[in-house]
C-alpha cells in the first residue's frame, strides 16, 4: 500500500467501512499520522450523521450551484484538513492507545455504528417479533465499565432504561431515555438511538445488559 | 436528515454513488467494490473525497461537522 493509499483510507475507516484486515492496518499507520488523526475526527462527526440514513437518489442541482459547490470544494482541498483542538487529537489518541480498539471492524458483514467505534468490544442482539435491533459497546475502565448502545427499530412513546447485570445477578441502570412516538430508526424516522453510560461493575463481572422499558417490561438481553 | 440528504444531492455523480453503495447501503468497501465493478482502492479513495466534498456541503448549510 502506498502512503497516499493510506491517508485516503481514513475515510473509509471513519465510516467502518473496512475489512478487519484492513482496519487493522491502518490503525498501525494511523497511530503515527498527524494528518489522519485530524481528518478522523471530522469525519467520525459526519459518520453519525450519515448513521441510519438510506440512498440518496436524486439528480444533482442546476449548475451555477453545482459550479458553487465544486469551487467550495476545491478551496477546502487547497486549505487542507481543518485543524482540530489538541484535547481532541489527545482523546483519540487515548483511544487508540489504551487497547480495545474494534474502530473499523466489521459486525456480520454489517458496519459498526459509528458512535460506538473505539468503545471497546462489540455485542449485539435482536430480537425477530419486534425487530428491535441493539449493539453495545463495552470497555473496563478503573472505575467500572464504560458502556455505549445503539438501537433501531424501536417504536414509542416509551421510557427506557439500559440495565447491567452482573455474574451474581445484581443490577445496575446505566442510562435511561424516552422515545419519542415516532420511534427510533423506525420509517419516516431514520435515526438510531445511542447513549453512552458507566457501572461500577467491573468488566470482567458484567454478564448482560437489557433494555428495559418502564411499564412494558424486557424489550432486550445483550450477552456480554 | 432533510439537510444531509439536499447535501449529498449537491455531490459529483460519482461522489454520491460512492456514499450510496457503501455507507448507504452498509455495505463495506470491498463488497461496494464488487457492486461497481472498480478496485477496491478507487472506492477508499472515492468515499475519502466525497466526505471532503460533503463537509463543505455542510458547513454551506451551516451543519457543523
Known sequence: MTADAE??????????????????????HLAGCRRCSDDLTGFAAMADLLTGLGPVKGDPPPDPEAGAVALLRHRARARGPVRRTRLLFAAAAVVLFTGG??????????????????????????????????????QGKGWGTHVALDLGNLEGPLTCHLIAVSTKGEESVVTGWAVPAQGYGAIDSPDHLQVHGGIAIPRGDLKRLIVRADGAGDLLSIPV | MVVIAEAIRTLSASHREVLNETVLSKRTVNEAAEVLGLPVETIKSRVYYALRALRVALEERGVAT
Do not use: N
Not at chain 1, 480498539?101 to 455485542?123: H, K, N, T
Not at chain 1, 419486534?130 to 453495545?136: F, I
Open chain 1, 7 to 28: 491517508h485516503t483510507d481514513v475515510g473509509a475507516y471513519a465510516l467502518g467501512l473496512l475489512q478487519p484486515d484492513d482496519a487493522r492496518a491502518f490503525e498501525g
Open chain 1, 101 to 138: 480498539v474494534l474502530a473499523g471492524a466489521i459486525r456480520g458483514g454489517e458496519p459498526i455504528p459509528a458512535d460506538l467505534r473505539g468503545w471497546g468490544e462489540i455485542r449485539s442482539a435482536s430480537d425477530a417479533k419486534s425487530g428491535l435491533e441493539a449493539v453495545a459497546a463495552v
